[in-house]
């Protein structure tokens, strides 16, 4: 790992460190944490509701779909999906009595999303150049559109699902429903419809957006910060341990060995694409954690503690992905 990377990912939790000093002093008022008036959670919730589908909308109302590289996409998201899934359902079955219907999806999302910008864009601009950053930001399009609506229809279902006295019917409406009019989802299929139309974005109403969407990485990462000095951190680091071993290790692992000799990828193509999947956890788990009010301090310690550790797996996973496949 180069000093530039390191220098990135100190970045990082120099802004996590502010919002946890700014936090800690109480500066933004002192709410109760996990109160309405909680300021981690308002940020939060501006962050889900104005900031982040600003983004989502603009994202994928430009996204030019031609261009894109489809095995590549392939080759990261199917195992990485299949990964995600499994752990939904493998942490469903474990729920103990009494535990939120919410915590197998937000568990979910905290092993399988990774930090793809602020990690994942310099250190593949610094390892692989101009071509792995291309490949890289291909991929980045349909992160967020791919696994946030995966798990948003998942946890809605449990959600749904969860209300007793209703007829499946109701059950299956009601998560249509709440997937769909979501601040993730819809700003995505909204933006895809744009796109559809071949239209344009009206110059101001892309300044807007552009605005809105910048403010996405300084405000979630100091949302880390604060969400860590309101809530602490948890008491039993059990759970915790595996979601970040399965960030960090099981997930690129599958992505390696589905890539590489199940669809036969080498070079750079397939040093990206793991790398990708290596990332630590990113900080739209916490506000999907936020969103449902579900583990708020574990995923916090998660996001941190798997930002930390990603200084110490990266340099191996490069030196394997070196040695198996030079690029």
């Avoid at 895809?192 to 892309?206: K, Q, R, S």
């Avoid at 403010?215 to 949302?223: G, K, M």
């Amino acid at each position: 790992m180069t000093w530039a990377i390191a220098a990135k990912l100190l970045a990082i939790l120099v802004a996590v460190a502010i919002g946890w000093a700014v936090g800690r002093m109480r500066w933004l008022g002192g709410g109760a944490a996990g109160s309405d008036s909680d300021p981690a959670r308002v940020l939060a919730n501006a962050a889900f509701y104005i900031f982040v589908p600003a983004l989502l909308f603009r994202t994928t109302a430009r996204l030019d779909t031609s261009t894109l590289p489809w095995a590549f996409l392939f080759a990261f998201f199917v195992p990485v999906l299949a990964v995600v899934a499994l752990i939904y359902l493998f942490e469903r079955w474990r729920r103990k009595p009494g535990e939120p219907v919410t915590t197998p999806s937000v568990k979910a999302i905290t092993a399988g999303f990774g930090n793809t910008l602020q990690v994942g864009v310099p250190v593949a601009a610094g390892v692989f150049g101009e071509r792995g950053l291309a490949i890289h930001i291909a991929v980045v399009s349909l992160h967020s559109l791919t696994i946030l609506t995966l798990l948003t229809a998942l946890v809605e279902l449990d959600v749904a699902r969860g209300r007793d006295s209703r007829s499946f019917r109701s059950t299956l409406a009601q998560t249509v429903r709440n997937t769909v009019i979501h601040p993730v989802v819809l700003p995505v299929l909204a933006g895809l419809t744009w796109h559809a139309t071949g239209w344009g974005i009206p110059t101001v109403f892309d300044e807007v957006l552009q605005n809105l969407g910048t403010a996405v990485v300084p405000l979630c990462l100091t949302l880390i910060g604060m969400s860590l000095a309101y809530y602490g951190w948890p008491k039993s680091w059990r759970g915790l341990s595996g979601l970040v071993t399965a960030k960090l290790l099981l997930i690129p692992a599958v992505v390696l060995g589905i890539a590489h000799w199940g669809l036969g990828l080498n070079g750079m193509p397939l040093a990206v694409i793991v790398m990708l999947a290596a990332l630590p956890t990113g900080s739209n788990a916490l506000i999907f954690a936020q969103r449902y009010r579900t583990m708020e301090p574990e995923v916090t310690a998660a996001t941190v503690l798997s930002t930390i550790l990603y200084v110490a797996t990266a340099p191996l996973w490069l030196a394997l992905l070196a040695w198996l496949s030079p690029w």
